[in-house]
């Protein structure tokens, strides 16, 4: 059970990095700094750590009630997880093929206005 529990902690992480990727994505349409990639690279060993733990955690056959639950919570939340690592995937995706946009250009002003400023007084 505590091999579950430090699981789903994990996977709360991973979901909270995810959602915050998935807002940076959104507000300023290119992709996060390195801070982000590092988090999510340092969370890797975790996860791995987690995933033996939990592969040589004893199995209990028919689980508690309470154990089905949290596996239903962490399964859950796995999905969760999936689903923001799509959404992620594409918004990069329509970011990096649009490229940095181009500042608009300023409005260029009628001739006959422009006749008429730089006309000489007469």
Same mark, same amino acid.
């Given at each position: 059970m505590?091999?579950l529990?430090?699981h789903?902690?994990?996977?709360? *992480? #991973?979901?909270?990095?995810a959602?915050?990727?998935n807002?940076?994505?959104?507000q300023?349409q290119?992709t %996060?700094?390195p =801070?982000?990639l590092n988090r999510?690279r340092?969370l890797l060993? $975790?996860?791995?750590?987690?995933?033996?733990?939990?592969?040589s955690?004893p $199995?209990?056959?028919? %689980?508690? %009630?309470?154990l089905r639950q949290a596996? *239903?919570?962490? @399964?859950s939340r796995?999905?969760?997880?999936m689903?923001l =690592?799509r *959404?992620n *995937?594409?918004?990069?995706?329509?970011?990096?093929l649009? @490229?940095p946009?181009p500042?608009?250009a300023?409005?260029? %002003?009628?001739?006959a206005? #422009?006749?008429?400023?730089?006309?000489p007084a @007469?």
């Amino acid at each position: 059970m505590e091999a579950l529990l430090q699981h789903q902690k994990l996977c709360d *992480e #991973l979901h909270a990095l995810a959602l915050e990727e998935n807002q940076f994505l959104r507000q300023h349409q290119r992709t %996060p700094g390195p =801070d982000l990639l590092n988090r999510k690279r340092s969370l890797l060993p $975790r996860l791995d750590d987690a995933l033996d733990a939990l592969r040589s955690a004893p $199995r209990e056959t028919p %689980p508690r %009630p309470v154990l089905r639950q949290a596996l *239903e919570r962490a @399964g859950s939340r796995i999905l969760q997880i999936m689903q923001l =690592d799509r *959404e992620n *995937e594409q918004l990069l995706l329509r970011h990096s093929l649009s @490229g940095p946009r181009p500042a608009p250009a300023a409005a260029t %002003p009628p001739v006959a206005l #422009l006749r008429r400023i730089y006309q000489p007084a @007469g």
